[in-house]
Protein backbone atom coordinates (compact mmCIF):
# COMPACT_ATOMS: atom_id res chain seq x y z
CA UNK A 1 0.00 0.00 0.00
CA UNK A 2 3.01 2.73 1.23
CA UNK A 3 3.75 2.15 -2.75
CA UNK A 4 0.72 3.42 -3.87
CA UNK A 5 1.31 6.69 -2.41
CA UNK A 6 3.19 9.24 -4.33
CA UNK A 7 6.52 10.33 -2.64
CA UNK A 8 4.69 13.93 -1.92
CA UNK A 9 1.37 11.90 -0.79
CA UNK A 10 3.53 9.96 2.08
CA UNK A 11 5.14 13.41 3.22
CA UNK A 12 2.09 15.35 4.12
CA UNK A 13 0.87 11.83 5.09
CA UNK A 14 3.70 11.35 7.82
CA UNK A 15 3.05 15.07 8.85
CA UNK A 16 -0.24 14.67 9.55
CA UNK A 17 0.17 11.51 11.48
CA UNK A 18 3.27 12.55 13.54
CA UNK A 19 0.73 15.75 14.60
CA UNK A 20 -1.72 13.65 15.77
CA UNK A 21 0.69 12.78 18.93
CA UNK A 22 -0.45 16.49 19.62
CA UNK A 23 -4.08 15.66 19.83
CA UNK A 24 -5.84 14.10 23.21
CA UNK A 25 -9.31 13.15 24.07
CA UNK A 26 -11.47 15.97 25.63
CA UNK A 27 -9.37 18.73 23.27
CA UNK A 28 -11.16 21.04 21.25
CA UNK A 29 -9.07 21.22 18.00
CA UNK A 30 -8.83 23.51 14.87
CA UNK A 31 -9.14 21.45 11.74
CA UNK A 32 -6.96 23.43 8.53
CA UNK A 33 -7.76 23.17 5.61
CA UNK A 34 -5.79 21.91 1.91
CA UNK A 35 -4.57 18.62 0.62
CA UNK A 36 -1.91 18.19 4.16
CA UNK A 37 -5.09 19.21 6.26
CA UNK A 38 -6.90 16.40 4.51
CA UNK A 39 -4.80 13.94 5.27
CA UNK A 40 -4.77 15.18 9.01
CA UNK A 41 -8.42 15.13 9.54
CA UNK A 42 -8.47 11.47 7.99
CA UNK A 43 -6.17 10.27 10.57
CA UNK A 44 -8.13 11.82 12.89
CA UNK A 45 -11.23 10.23 12.04
CA UNK A 46 -9.66 7.04 12.31
CA UNK A 47 -8.49 7.50 15.39
CA UNK A 48 -12.19 8.66 16.50
CA UNK A 49 -13.53 5.73 15.14
CA UNK A 50 -11.14 2.66 16.35
CA UNK A 51 -9.46 4.39 19.53
CA UNK A 52 -12.13 6.21 20.93
CA UNK A 53 -10.45 9.39 20.73
CA UNK A 54 -13.09 12.10 21.65
CA UNK A 55 -12.74 15.40 20.40
CA UNK A 56 -14.18 18.65 18.77
CA UNK A 57 -13.42 19.79 15.58
CA UNK A 58 -13.52 23.46 14.67
CA UNK A 59 -13.26 23.29 10.43
CA UNK A 60 -11.40 26.51 8.89
CA UNK A 61 -13.67 25.67 5.72
CA UNK A 62 -16.91 24.25 4.31
CA UNK A 63 -14.50 21.57 2.47
CA UNK A 64 -12.67 20.91 6.16
CA UNK A 65 -16.64 20.83 7.77
CA UNK A 66 -17.69 18.21 5.12
CA UNK A 67 -14.70 15.76 5.39
CA UNK A 68 -14.50 16.18 9.11
CA UNK A 69 -17.95 14.74 9.58
CA UNK A 70 -17.75 12.07 6.48
CA UNK A 71 -15.02 10.84 8.74
CA UNK A 72 -17.12 10.67 12.30
CA UNK A 73 -15.07 14.21 14.22
CA UNK A 74 -17.84 16.16 15.77
CA UNK A 75 -17.68 19.29 14.06
CA UNK A 76 -18.80 22.36 16.31
CA UNK A 77 -18.17 26.08 15.68
CA UNK A 78 -15.47 28.84 16.65
CA UNK A 79 -18.24 30.52 18.52
CA UNK A 80 -19.61 27.12 20.47
CA UNK A 81 -15.81 26.49 21.09
CA UNK A 82 -14.95 29.83 22.45
CA UNK A 83 -11.20 28.52 22.45
CA UNK A 84 -9.02 25.85 21.20
CA UNK A 85 -6.33 23.48 22.55
CA UNK A 86 -4.27 23.49 19.50
CA UNK A 87 -5.05 23.92 15.65
CA UNK A 88 -3.43 21.73 13.21
CA UNK A 89 -2.69 23.11 9.14
CA UNK A 90 -0.95 22.83 6.31
CA UNK A 91 1.11 26.11 4.82
CA UNK A 92 2.51 27.22 1.47
CA UNK A 93 5.34 28.73 2.79
CA UNK A 94 7.10 28.78 6.57
CA UNK A 95 10.53 30.56 7.15
CA UNK A 96 13.17 29.88 9.70
CA UNK A 97 10.81 31.73 12.79
CA UNK A 98 8.12 29.58 12.05
CA UNK A 99 6.26 32.67 10.12
CA UNK A 100 4.11 31.46 7.01
CA UNK A 101 1.90 32.63 4.30
CA UNK A 102 -1.12 30.84 3.74
CA UNK A 103 -4.44 30.69 1.65
CA UNK A 104 -3.28 28.72 -1.28
CA UNK A 105 -6.80 27.27 -1.03
CA UNK A 106 -8.48 30.72 -0.50
CA UNK A 107 -8.90 30.14 3.44
CA UNK A 108 -6.60 31.73 5.02
CA UNK A 109 -9.23 34.64 6.90
CA UNK A 110 -10.93 31.60 8.73
CA UNK A 111 -7.59 29.56 9.10
CA UNK A 112 -6.41 33.03 11.12
CA UNK A 113 -9.06 33.08 13.15
CA UNK A 114 -8.95 29.65 14.32
CA UNK A 115 -5.39 29.67 14.61
CA UNK A 116 -5.06 33.09 16.31
CA UNK A 117 -7.80 31.28 19.00
CA UNK A 118 -5.78 28.35 20.07
CA UNK A 119 -2.86 27.73 22.92
CA UNK A 120 -0.75 26.24 20.06
CA UNK A 121 -0.69 26.40 15.49
CA UNK A 122 1.10 23.18 14.58
CA UNK A 123 1.71 23.57 10.85
CA UNK A 124 2.37 20.19 8.70
CA UNK A 125 3.80 20.03 5.42
CA UNK A 126 6.62 18.76 2.84
CA UNK A 127 9.59 19.70 3.05
CA UNK A 128 8.81 22.25 -0.30
CA UNK A 129 7.39 24.59 1.72
CA UNK A 130 10.69 25.87 3.29
CA UNK A 131 11.90 29.14 2.69
CA UNK A 132 14.97 31.30 3.41
CA UNK A 133 12.55 34.66 2.88
CA UNK A 134 8.42 34.57 2.06
CA UNK A 135 7.36 35.85 -1.14
CA UNK A 136 8.24 32.83 -3.50
CA UNK A 137 4.32 32.04 -3.31
CA UNK A 138 1.80 34.52 -3.88
CA UNK A 139 0.55 36.22 -1.14
CA UNK A 140 -3.49 35.90 -1.12
CA UNK A 141 -5.44 39.18 0.18
CA UNK A 142 -9.29 38.65 0.78
CA UNK A 143 -10.97 41.64 0.02
CA UNK A 144 -14.68 42.50 -0.56
CA UNK A 145 -16.26 41.92 -3.86
CA UNK A 146 -17.48 45.76 -3.53
CA UNK A 147 -14.98 48.10 -4.95
CA UNK A 148 -12.82 45.28 -5.47
CA UNK A 149 -10.47 46.89 -8.22
CA UNK A 150 -10.29 49.84 -6.55
CA UNK A 151 -9.06 48.42 -3.57
CA UNK A 152 -6.43 46.17 -6.07
CA UNK A 153 -5.54 49.61 -7.01
CA UNK A 154 -4.71 50.88 -3.42
CA UNK A 155 -2.92 47.23 -2.93
CA UNK A 156 -0.80 47.79 -6.10
CA UNK A 157 0.18 52.06 -4.86
CA UNK A 158 0.79 50.81 -1.43
CA UNK A 159 3.58 48.14 -3.08
CA UNK A 160 5.37 50.61 -4.46
CA UNK A 161 7.14 51.74 -1.44
CA UNK A 162 7.15 48.36 0.00
CA UNK A 163 10.39 46.05 0.11
CA UNK A 164 9.57 43.80 -2.43
CA UNK A 165 10.87 42.40 -5.58
CA UNK A 166 7.55 41.75 -7.72
CA UNK A 167 4.30 44.41 -7.61
CA UNK A 168 1.66 42.12 -10.27
CA UNK A 169 -1.55 41.76 -8.53
CA UNK A 170 -4.10 39.19 -10.00
CA UNK A 171 -7.53 37.87 -9.33
CA UNK A 172 -8.11 34.43 -8.50
CA UNK A 173 -9.82 32.78 -10.79
CA UNK A 174 -12.15 29.12 -11.08
CA UNK A 175 -12.43 28.13 -14.39
CA UNK A 176 -13.17 31.68 -15.80
CA UNK A 177 -15.56 32.78 -12.68
CA UNK A 178 -13.67 34.87 -9.76
CA UNK A 179 -12.93 32.30 -6.94
CA UNK A 180 -15.14 33.01 -3.78
CA UNK A 181 -14.27 31.84 -0.38
CA UNK A 182 -16.31 30.87 2.59
CA UNK A 183 -17.26 33.78 3.45
CA UNK A 184 -18.60 35.53 -0.21
CA UNK A 185 -15.30 37.62 -0.76
CA UNK A 186 -12.49 37.60 -3.68
CA UNK A 187 -8.55 36.73 -3.27
CA UNK A 188 -6.53 38.74 -4.99
CA UNK A 189 -2.54 37.44 -5.06
CA UNK A 190 0.23 39.55 -4.45
CA UNK A 191 3.29 38.12 -6.59
CA UNK A 192 5.67 39.70 -4.36
CA UNK A 193 8.94 36.89 -5.44
CA UNK A 194 10.62 37.93 -2.21
CA UNK A 195 8.96 40.19 1.18
CA UNK A 196 11.88 41.99 2.88
CA UNK A 197 9.81 43.53 5.86
CA UNK A 198 6.96 41.14 6.38
CA UNK A 199 5.87 42.69 9.84
CA UNK A 200 5.36 46.28 7.81
CA UNK A 201 3.67 44.37 4.78
CA UNK A 202 1.24 43.16 7.06
CA UNK A 203 0.12 45.98 9.20
CA UNK A 204 -0.29 48.17 5.69
CA UNK A 205 -2.47 45.38 4.16
CA UNK A 206 -5.03 45.32 6.43
CA UNK A 207 -5.05 49.11 6.93
CA UNK A 208 -6.69 49.65 3.23
CA UNK A 209 -10.48 49.55 3.44
CA UNK A 210 -11.82 46.84 1.89
CA UNK A 211 -8.92 44.49 2.49
CA UNK A 212 -10.37 41.73 5.02
CA UNK A 213 -7.27 39.92 5.61
CA UNK A 214 -4.01 38.71 4.30
CA UNK A 215 -2.20 35.36 3.82
CA UNK A 216 0.72 36.38 6.42
CA UNK A 217 0.78 34.28 9.77
CA UNK A 218 3.78 35.93 11.66
CA UNK A 219 4.36 34.84 15.71
CA UNK A 220 0.91 32.45 15.26
CA UNK A 221 3.03 29.41 14.63
CA UNK A 222 4.32 27.37 17.27
CA UNK A 223 4.94 23.65 15.73
CA UNK A 224 6.24 23.29 12.50
CA UNK A 225 6.34 19.34 11.05
CA UNK A 226 8.06 18.63 8.24
CA UNK A 227 7.33 15.45 6.23
CA UNK A 228 9.72 13.77 3.70
CA UNK A 229 9.00 11.01 1.33
CA UNK A 230 10.89 8.35 3.04
CA UNK A 231 8.45 8.37 5.76
CA UNK A 232 10.82 10.62 7.94
CA UNK A 233 9.48 13.95 9.79
CA UNK A 234 11.54 16.49 11.21
CA UNK A 235 9.58 18.29 13.90
CA UNK A 236 10.54 22.09 14.83
CA UNK A 237 8.84 23.26 18.47
CA UNK A 238 9.34 26.87 19.44
CA UNK A 239 8.63 26.03 22.88
CA UNK A 240 11.33 22.98 23.11
CA UNK A 241 14.78 22.10 22.62
CA UNK A 242 15.46 25.86 21.83
CA UNK A 243 13.80 25.17 18.14
CA UNK A 244 15.98 22.57 17.28
CA UNK A 245 14.89 20.38 14.81
CA UNK A 246 13.81 16.44 16.21
CA UNK A 247 13.85 13.83 13.32
CA UNK A 248 11.53 11.00 13.48
CA UNK A 249 11.04 7.90 11.15
CA UNK A 250 7.22 7.45 11.36
CA UNK A 251 7.82 4.38 8.76
CA UNK A 252 9.14 2.55 11.88
CA UNK A 253 5.33 2.03 12.89
CA UNK A 254 4.77 -0.80 10.38
CA UNK A 255 1.41 -0.78 8.42
CA UNK A 256 1.32 2.71 9.18
CA UNK A 257 -0.05 3.34 5.02
CA UNK A 258 -2.19 -0.04 5.01
CA UNK A 259 -4.15 1.40 7.54
CA UNK A 260 -4.87 4.07 5.62
CA UNK A 261 -5.92 2.44 2.45
CA UNK A 262 -8.31 -0.29 4.25
C1 LIG B 1 -5.48 26.89 2.51
C2 LIG B 1 -4.09 26.85 3.00
C3 LIG B 1 -3.38 25.55 2.92
O1 LIG B 1 -3.06 25.14 4.20
C4 LIG B 1 -2.15 25.70 2.10
O2 LIG B 1 -2.54 26.18 0.81
C5 LIG B 1 -1.38 24.39 1.95
O3 LIG B 1 -2.14 23.48 1.22
P1 LIG B 1 -1.60 22.03 0.86
O4 LIG B 1 -1.49 21.28 2.12
O5 LIG B 1 -2.64 21.47 -0.09
O6 LIG B 1 -0.25 22.22 0.16
O7 LIG B 1 -3.53 27.81 3.46
O8 LIG B 1 -5.99 28.20 2.52
Redesign the pocket.
Known sequence: MTSELSPIDKA?FVAAKQATEYVKSGMKVGL??????AWLVQCLGEMVRDEGLKIKGVPT?SRTGQLARDVGIEVITLDEARWLDVTI????EYDGELNLI???????LQ?KVVATASDRMIVI?DAS?KVDTLGAFPL?IEVIPFGMRTTQALIEETLISQDVLGRSVTQRMVGGDPFVTDEGNFILDLHLKRIGNARQLSLILNQIPGVVEN?LFLDICDVVIVGHGDGKVTVRDSAENDGAEIHFNVLDDTNIFADMND
Open positions: KGTGSTASDGADKGGGGAHEAKPG
